[in-house]
């Protein structure tokens, strides 16, 4: 999984106020070539929590993205290009995804992340 | 202008609404305008669309699945004197640049329901030769293909009433469908299926209502081995699946799983696959906008009927939730318990309304009985707009339709709690039309045209029953055998 399903990504427990954002725990990661759209990241750059996507990209020991963006950026290849390499071309294939509140631990085989819930979960 | 389409002659109720939907996806806004042939009926091959240019025909004919191709029309009529005419008649300056020295060109003979020999082919070409073609002939890559299409007063194959009287075309080819696409994504040359993985030609269709194009995110959230979303990525999509069975999506086949059915056609590898319940979604409460299309085929059926979280007794307060130890916890298998058509129908409206983008799209196929289909079963939503409607008919008495809804507006608290309303009521007038199609679901199954392209593969049960105390009612040897006995009465 990339760092875009990452940031879309939340802990739904029953009574879980404060699953957002999941904290990762990364045994092994892979990076995979995407196809780079600009329009996409026009799209999907509003819709982020550019927060969780700072601190997720930086937990991963990845280059670092600016605390803000100015409109001015989405405009500039540069910054589309490192935007774009973090958001979508690091794949997280073996881990976890850690609930912030509860400590739950939601894993990551394969590249596919578990998020379905127990008996006493729902 | 308009341009005479001839389609193939396959999912008659889902043409117009591909070359809707693929006029829109070239940015064409408004109402399609088209008309059928004089004296026709809707089963016909020969339709007239209405499209503001050349190269948005040529795109729309390119990327439709349905269409032969698209034509300028240079003359038409019942007899061939009624088509020299017409081509005599028009408009000299409309021909003259295809005539020239310096153009290619060759002629196409095609027929509909008979294909003709070299023989007939080269008699009707004759019958041309009044044009006054100047340019070298070119049978590969020629600059332009002009069509003699003559359908000789069919019948349709199917057994339907007589289509028409003779009707000849002659027309300059603008654009020709890459239909040849569908034959890589054969279901029976891919490396991982599922008994519920999509036909690629309704896959494809799918997407197309979709809009998948590059930039776009399209969501299924019942993935299975992938058979939705592969059309959607072949357009350039980046896509994202999501499935309750963890078999399917993780482990797979013999080595194969969803993502090397991606490699297999060196399409970009999805998002995300997750492990998830459509009825206890993992997304952050706030998302919203996010996806330009939903597009998936929810599960109603025998085979794989729907399932989510908590097992039956749990979920019927018969049994209290027991708490797992951490050592119980590692590979843990949760209980599942059988989701209604009309609870899963809810959830995925809920979804789409929430997550669509304004103008994105919900691609779902609903089962429906024939005699009994009544336009209002139909699951609604207030800001999700019924775009198209097309009907498969699987048995005389069965069909799915692939329902298109369009996102108008944005998704406000009020609004949730109104779908909730009408998703109750819509609840209790299914319940009903559920009791049905259970009883007209075998028939279903087995006159599907998805169940026949598997025959030639082994198939395994696809879906999970990994709960405590699941339904799976019919078991893989017995289908078989009811489907030979029932295709040996009615097929």
């Known amino acids: ?122 | 202008m308009w341009f005479l389409a001839f389609f193939a002659h396959r999912h008659l109720d889902f043409r117009i609404a591909e070359v809707e939907s693929l006029v829109k996806l070239c940015g064409v806004e408004g109402q399609l305008q088209w008309k059928k042939p004089e004296g026709d009926h809707e089963h016909s091959p020969f339709y007239y669309f209405d499209l503001p240019s050349e190269e948005v025909a040529k795109k729309v004919a390119g990327r439709s699945i349905l269409l032969k191709g698209l034509y300028e029309v240079w003359g038409s009529g019942h007899t061939v004197e009624e088509v020299e005419a017409g081509i005599r008649a028009y408009p000299e300056e409309r021909k003259a640049p295809f005539l020239g020295e310096d153009v290619s060109f060759k002629v196409v003979v095609d027929g509909f329901g008979k294909a003709f020999t070299m023989e007939e082919q080269l008699q009707k070409m004759e019958r041309f030769a009044f044009i006054p073609w100047k340019g070298p002939v070119r049978m590969k890559d020629p600059d332009v293909r002009f069509w003699i299409i003559d359908s000789l007063g069919g019948y349709d194959p199917l057994g339907l009433p007589p289509l028409q009287d003779r009707i000849i075309f002659f027309g300059r080819e603008i654009g020709a469908s890459e239909r040849g696409v569908l034959g890589k994504y054969d279901l029976k040359k891919r490396r991982y299926i599922g008994p519920t993985s999509m036909d690629a030609e309704i896959s494809f269709l799918m997407a197309n209502q979709g809009l998948a194009r590059p930039g776009s995110l399209v969501f299924d959230p019942f993935c299975g081995t992938g058979s939705c979303l592969i059309p959607a990525a072949h357009f350039g999509a980046l896509t994202l699946g999501a499935d309750i069975d963890i078999r399917v999506v993780k482990y797979g086949k013999r080595g194969h799983t969803i993502w090397s059915n991606f490699e297999q056609y060196g399409l970009t590898a999805p998002v995300a696959i997750l492990r998830a319940d459509n009825h206890q979604q993992p997304w952050r409460n706030d998302i919203r906008e996010t996806f330009h299309a939903i597009v998936c085929d929810p599960p109603y059926g025998v085979r794989a009927g729907g399932r989510k979280s908590g097992g039956k007794k749990l979920l019927s307060g018969k049994a209290e939730p027991y708490v797992l130890t951490e050592q119980q916890k590692d590979g843990h298998i949760p209980s599942t318990a059988p989701y209604t058509l009309a609870e899963c129908l809810h959830d995925l409206l809920d979804l789409a309304a929430r997550t669509l983008v304004i103008g994105g799209r919900l691609v779902f196929f609903v089962p429906c009985s024939v005699p009994d289909y009544d336009p209002k079963q139909l699951p609604t939503h207030p800001i999700l707009r019924l775009v198209a409607n097309s009907e498969q008919l699987l048995t005389r008495k069965f069909s799915r339709r692939l329902l298109t809804m369009q996102k108008t507006g944005p998704y406000t608290d009020e609004l949730a709690a109104a779908a909730a309303e009408t998703s109750r009521e819509f609840r209790e007038r299914h319940v009903e039309i559920v009791e049905q199609s259970r009883n007209e679901e075998i028939k279903a199954l087995l006159c599907s045209s998805k169940r026949g392209e598997e025959d030639g593969n082994e198939v395994e049960v696809a879906n999970g029953d990994d709960g405590e105390d699941g339904d799976v009612p019919v078991t893989e040897g017995g289908v078989r055998d009811e489907l030979r006995t029932y295709r040996a009465k009615w097929c």
């Open chain 1, 1 to 122: 999984m990339r760092l875009l399903t990452h940031n879309m990504l939340a802990c739904n427990i029953k009574g879980v106020t404060k699953g957002y954002p999941l904290k990762i725990e990364a045994t092994k990661t892979e990076e995979k070539e995407t196809d780079f759209n600009a329009g996409f990241l026009r799209h999907i750059y509003p819709k982020l929590d550019w927060k969780a996507l700072r601190e997720a990209a930086a937990s991963l020991g990845l280059e670092e993205l600016p605390e803000q963006v100015e409109p001015s950026q989405l405009e500039d290849e540069d910054f589309l290009r490192r935007f774009h390499h973090v958001l979508l071309e690091i794949h997280l294939e073996e881990g976890a995804l850690v609930c912030p509140e509860t400590g739950r631990r939601f894993p990551v085989s394969k590249g596919i992340p578990n998020m379905l819930l127990n008996e006493d979960e729902v």
